[in-house]
């Protein structure tokens, strides 16, 4: 799971984690339905029924913007592209679908598809409020609001800027004409970072004639897309460098490894200092035990050192990420900025083959990069 965000479960065996920031908005939703708008349209409801129909109407919007994500997480791996997970966050959500689409019509299809539910969804609402217009009642409150909100989803992520839903729609569209998937993607991206730029501006404009509070959440959205863009094709670019590469190629065979009976004194003096490696692998009779850290020997007071064992400290297997020396070099990056660590241990059955580090992928990619590979 990433940080700074709760796991909710699966739903289709898709993950779905809520970041925390998701809470400011669902608070700030059912407050402002409940002392703002509802009270506007329908007055004279008894206060805590303003609350319960915010709350709820804020749980549904929730829904909303689930259903949208789960729309394209689904049409994608039905397409054979697999998806992680799906976080909800501030703006709405993100589904951390891990490869790019395989083909154009691919990308086309599992990207209307979350547009398309967000405009199902507001007639859906819409008809509900429709058949119950003119009538004082909470559901009609209640699928008025869901319905608008609804629309406005689905026209916010039309907007052409990548990695929106517009911005991909428009990356398909290019890549289908061009058949060259990298000028499509550096387009979108160049036509992100300009609507971006518009939104700011638009935002600065609003600021200066004093509606600062629209003209500052503009500018922030716009913001928000500028460094979206710019991030996707630094993603894209790293994607492509490291595509079809595994971690054998780049793992480090002759790391320091330690034996489980070692001392702490010993494992410092032989082996931390001269190798300088943080996190050393515990070997008996052939097989990994766990690691043992520099973070963890600092728990450890200087004056015990000579009498504590490596075993003592050690994190256990169970406890450490490993990846298999077959794996996808960009899964390992993933895994890696994931867990925020520097070095994974590369496995099979139990034994080591070797250390993947950090460092070393970097100037994997640079090296590439460099020589234009
Ligand atoms: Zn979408």
């Not at 060259?180 to 970072?193: E, H, K, P, S, V």
Request: glycine share 8%; net charge neutral.
């Amino acid at each position: 799971m990433m940080r700074n965000a709760l796991s909710l479960g699966r739903i289709f065996g898709i993950e779905i984690e809520l970041d925390y920031s998701w809470f400011i908005i669902f608070i700030l939703v059912a407050w402002s339905l409940a002392v703002g708008y509802f009270p506007q349209g329908y007055p004279g409801w008894p206060a805590g029924l303003y609350w319960g129909v915010g709350l709820v109407t804020s749980l549904l919007f929730f829904g909303s913007v689930l259903a949208h994500e789960l729309a394209h997480s689904l049409m994608a791996r039905r397409h054979g592209t697999p998806v992680r997970s799906i976080r909800l966050f501030i703006f709405g959500g993100v589904s951390q679908i891990t490869e790019e689409p395989k083909s154009a019509r691919d990308e086309f299809r599992f990207t209307i598809a979350g547009p398309l539910t967000s405009l199902a969804l507001g007639l859906v609402f819409g008809g509900i409020w429709w058949a119950m217009r003119g009538r004082d009642h909470p559901l009609a409150a209640l699928a008025q609001w869901l319905s608008f909100v609804n629309f406005m989803l689905a026209g916010f992520n039309l907007i052409p800027g990548f990695p929106l839903d517009g911005g991909r729609l428009f990356r398909s569209l290019v890549w289908a004409i061009t058949k060259d998937l990298r000028r499509a993607t550096q387009l979108a991206a160049a036509i992100g970072r300009a609507v971006a730029f518009l939104f700011i501006l638009a935002g600065v404009m609003l600021i200066f004639r004093g509606l600062w509070i629209n003209g500052l959440w503009l500018a922030f959205i716009g913001w928000f897309l500028e460094n979206a863009a710019a991030q996707s094709w630094r993603q894209f670019t790293l994607q492509e460098l490291l595509q079809g590469h595994k971690v054998r190629e780049v793992l480090t065979s002759d790391w320091p490894q330690v034996p489980p009976e070692l001392s702490l004194q010993e494992l410092v003096e032989e082996h931390v200092l001269t190798s300088l490696r943080r996190c050393l692998p515990v070997i008996s009779e052939g097989r990994l035990l766990g690691v043992v850290t520099v973070h963890k020997l600092r728990e450890v007071p200087r004056e015990r050192w000579a009498t504590t064992r490596v075993a003592e400290v050690m994190i256990p297997l169970e406890q450490v990420k490993t990846i298999a020396p077959e794996a996808e070099l960009l899964a390992a990056l993933q895994l890696m900025t994931q867990e925020d660590i520097n070095q994974l241990p590369v496995v099979t059955d139990e034994s080591l083959v070797g250390m993947l580090a950090r460092d070393k992928i970097l100037a994997f990619i640079q090296t590439r990069a460099e020589l234009g590979i």
